[in-house]
């Protein structure tokens, strides 16, 4: 029989997504049968997963982490904003529908069986299920219907563990606070609490746990420390993707609004001859650069606009014309070509948009996604790469016949001529060593050094001993409830 515990944050981003991931290493490397899960995420950054889905990206480490192969079952409500007010809802890894807010606070009670048919199959033959939780169940306004945190823990009979931030401040009015706005039976499922992103000599801080313990009688469970190596492991957050000060070449990304699938970036910030810039709205590009690299987008006709209203198409053609570079990945590279064409209005009213034109193809929105894990060749090196793709929309045109990766026997991918830009819909493509120094050859970097996957694995085991050292983790699993 599985047991279960519940990872819940006394506010967003306390760093759950890493807690979770941490402990499944912990019990792994202590031989336990572990998997991650989370009711309902929200985020732009999905995976594909080995049975045909997307879930989040943070499931998708934390299932690395617990030695497993990314299920749909693992996050199976994934929200994808496509604007301010609307997201796109993927229940067990497929698109059900877009919905505004408020209309998904309709839908969302109804979903609960589905959050409960996976979460039980995940649980068979299974030791031990760490649960991650979304935002804060303080945001008691949210708590009917809820299925993110404590609806779900009540409902699956789960027992809680909060997480606090220090770093922000006020950690114990996070941790106090939260509990004296709980209902009576929240505030009794939480057993235990911890904090996190502790910078100094965690001591200092025992009568600070000891107030809270005073205050709501949880147990307190361990402080852990900031964790220096977090920047080597895939953010889920675009509120954590910042630039990564590196060597002389230089990689300039424009933080779109609806910016997707930014863990492309991970292994070029690994290297240490690479500095990647994500510039910010507001700013220009870069007049130095090497490379201009155009990331995924949710909705690529919406950052495209956001994209000129910026002035950054005026700054990009500067670029190319210095001799610059540019590579546009899915979103992206549909913004290169000459026109995006969306007859169904899949992205907003129907219509034709004139793309960058920097690539001669014409990209046609299609309501099918594809999503495919994707093994190819980079044609230059014979180097193999191994990604993912995950988007609406068929490209071609003349620079088609200039794709340079291999897929079976179809080239991906467009070019120019001097091969100076070019685009494709492969993420992921970086994590392979053997291309990655190749393409940063190509842009001038004489030596690359990053092994990104041993890295990726050694920062989990790093993490793993972060929690050992200082969490409690025996106290922990003696309060996971068979579920």
Known sequence: MAKAIMIQGAGSNVG????????????????????????????NNAAVTADGGEIGRAQALQARAAGLEPLVDMNPVLLKPETDIGAQVIVQGQRLTTLKARDYGKLKPTLMPKVLESFHRLAAGRDLIVIEGAGSPAEVNLRAGDIANMGFAEAADVPVILVGDIDRGGVMAQLVGTHAILLEADRDRIKGFAVNKFRGD???????????????GWAPLGILPWFPLAWKLPAEDVMDISSRPGG???IAVPRLSRIANFDDLDPLSAEPGVTVAIVEPGRPLPGDADLVLIPGSK?????????RAQGWDIDLLAHVRRGGQVLGICGGYQMLGREIVDAEGIEGAPGRVAGLGLLDVVTEMKPLKRLAHTDAVHIASGEPVSG?????????????????????????????ENGRV??????GLFTADGFRSAFLKELGLAETQANYGAEVEAALDALADHMEAHLDLDAILSLAAEV
Request: with cysteine; net charge positive.
């Open 422 to 427: 070019r685009g494709c819909y492969l993420h």
């Open 202 to 216: 965690p001591t200092l801080f025992a009568e600070g746990m000891d107030f809270v313990t005073e205050r709501t």
């Open 16 to 43: 759950k997504s890493l807690v979770v991931a941490g402990l499944a290493r912990a019990y792994v490397r202590r031989g336990l049968r572990v998997a991650p899960f989370k009711p309902q995420n929200m985020s």
């Open 299 to 307: 909705s690529t006709i919406a950052d495209l606009a956001d994209f």
């Open 248 to 250: 002389l070449l230089k």
């Open 388 to 416: 993912y793709e995950i988007h609406i929309g068929e490209t071609e045109g003349p620079d088609r016949a200039r794709g340079w990766l291999r897929v079976g026997e179809r080239s991906e991918g467009a070019a120019t």
